[in-house]
């Protein structure tokens, strides 16, 4: 078991910049591939970034390329997202994910799921 607990989120203004954190427990030893998704209101749940255990490889979603970098501390058991040239696009609800497979965080259809963490840009 691996839980997850968001945190980062805020309001900012258009152009701003975040950064999220997600601090794992448990199971961390497994060599879990970690990600961020996000839920704007009245949308489904989209794949934002994923980064594999060793960091070695990112994914990101081309609505987020050059704007949004991921990145992980395993001492830490932390993962970040740093958000920058902030949109009102991209408000919603980000969600942390952990998976054995980066595929499987891609496909939102992950093992593990923080609570979430809400972003707000305002225009």
């Known amino acids: 078991q691996v839980q997850l607990v968001e945190s980062g989120g805020g309001l900012v203004q258009t152009g701003g910049s975040l950064r999220l954190s997600c601090a794992a427990s448990?199971?961390?030893?497994?060599?879990?591939?970690m990600g961020w998704s996000r839920q704007a209101p009245g949308k489904e749940r989209e794949f934002v970034a994923a980064i594999s255990w060793t960091g070695g490889s990112t994914y990101y979603a081309d609505s987020v390329k050059g704007r949004f970098t991921i990145s992980r501390d395993n001492d830490k058991n932390t993962v970040y997202l740093q958000m920058n040239s902030l949109k009102p696009e991209d408000t919603a609800v980000y969600f942390c994910?952990?998976?054995?497979?980066?595929?499987?965080?891609?496909?939102?259809?992950?093992?593990?799921w923080g609570q979430g963490t809400q972003v707000t840009v305002s225009s």
């Open positions: 994910a952990a998976d054995l497979r980066s595929s499987y965080l891609i496909a939102q259809v992950s093992d593990y």
């Open positions: 448990g199971r961390t030893d497994t060599g879990y591939a």
